[in-house]
């Protein structure tokens, strides 16, 4: 399986703007599904948003559709997530999952990333 590492994150006001990256190593990223999943405290982790591997389509959560946005650069082998607009409720720990297909749901994903911090401030 791919490994994933994280960059990014942060502390930001309400109203601003952060990416997150997702690199892989050990396997190419452009051969896998890849999704950001996120984690409140006392939450379970939910799907945000994935980039599938034939075609680059994309698809969001209801909740960030229009703010957030997911892009692939093939040559960093690295996946990113562009968050606008961020509220307080996108506090959240923020994972990347690689699956054979983009997974939607935790228990689909085979590998993770080691997860981020996003604290949205009013």
């Known amino acids: 399986q791919v490994q994933l590492v994280q960059s990014g994150g942060g502390l930001v006001q309400a109203g601003g703007s952060l990416r997150l990256s997702c690199t892989a190593s050990?396997?190419?990223?452009?051969?896998?599904?890849v999704s950001w999943f996120r984690q409140a405290p006392g939450e379970e982790r939910e799907f945000v948003g994935g980039?599938?591997?034939?075609?680059?389509?994309?698809y969001y959560a209801d909740s960030v559709k229009g703010r957030f946005t997911i892009s692939r650069d093939n040559a960093k082998n690295t996946i990113f997530l562009k968050m606008n607009n961020l509220k307080r409720e996108d506090t959240a720990v923020y994972y990347c999952?690689?699956?054979?297909?983009?997974?939607?749901?935790?228990?689909?994903?085979?590998?993770w990333g080691q997860g981020t911090q996003v604290t949205v401030s009013s």
């Open positions: 999952a690689a699956g054979f297909c983009v997974p939607a749901l935790p228990e689909t994903a085979g590998s």
């Open positions: 050990g396997g190419t990223i452009r051969s896998y599904g």
């Open positions: 980039i599938n591997w034939s075609d680059d389509g994309t």
